[in-house]
């Protein structure tokens, strides 16, 4: 069996189609892995991120509870009793609250599809694009209290082309995404 002793352990809270998900499945399974993801949760039971997590049986379920309150209460119990050390954000579409944020008392990260201090908050692309900017990326960075505002711990850009839209910009740019949230992770284990 794999040994898996030093490695943290890491619960991901996802909303959707979990492609940044899958990208910390991969890295989990490497030999050289830092990290062993022990639970999924979704606050959307049609998240197709279930689906993939419960392929590669890990624990996984949706807490469906549209109050917010109910939802962390129910969440922090589950993070507790797996002794999650690291909760990370992958396309998870919730604020979470400063209460949580404290009782949690863990690093929580999160991947966000800009350069960040620029454009928090949605539409990112639409918006590098409607300002004429010449690059965009994606950040990893610490959450906090604010919305997108933590401790950045890794940026890539990119250029951004004439021919560039919205979605042209979100595919190239959860590319790197994919290759982001695992390097962040690491830089964050090893060196912050
Ligand atoms: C990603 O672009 C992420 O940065 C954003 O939502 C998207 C989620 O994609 N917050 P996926 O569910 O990881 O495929």
Redesign the pocket.
């Known amino acids: 069996m794999e040994k898996l002793i030093g490695r943290k352990k890491i619960a991901v809270f ?1 909303s ?6 899958k990208s910390l499945i991969n890295y989990s399974k490497t030999k050289k892995s830092l990290i062993e993801i022990v639970l999924v949760i979704s606050n959307n039971e049609l998240a197709k ?1 279930l689906n993939l997590a419960s392929k590669y049986k890990i624990n996984n379920l949706t807490i469906s509870a549209k109050n917010k309150k109910k939802f962390e209460f129910s969440a922090l119990r589950i993070l507790k009793k797996n002794k999650v050390d690291i909760l990370c954000l ?2 998870f579409m919730r604020i979470l609250s400063p209460t949580f944020i404290k009782k949690f008392s863990k690093p929580i990260l999160n ?3 800009s350069l960040l201090p620029k454009y928090k908050g949605l539409n990112t692309h639409y918006k590098a694009i409607k300002n004429k900017d010449k690059f965009s990326g ?1 950040s990893v960075h610490i959450v906090n209290e604010k919305l997108d505002s933590g401790k950045v711990i890794l940026q890539k850009k990119i250029k951004i082309i004439k021919k560039d839209t919205p979605k042209s910009l979100e595919k190239k740019i ?1 590319k790197i ?1 994919h290759q982001i949230y695992k390097k962040a992770i690491i830089k964050f284990l090893t060196s912050f």
Request: neutral net charge.
């Open positions: 996802i959707g189609r979990g492609s940044n998900l991120g992958a396309g991947i966000h599809p994606a959860l995404e």
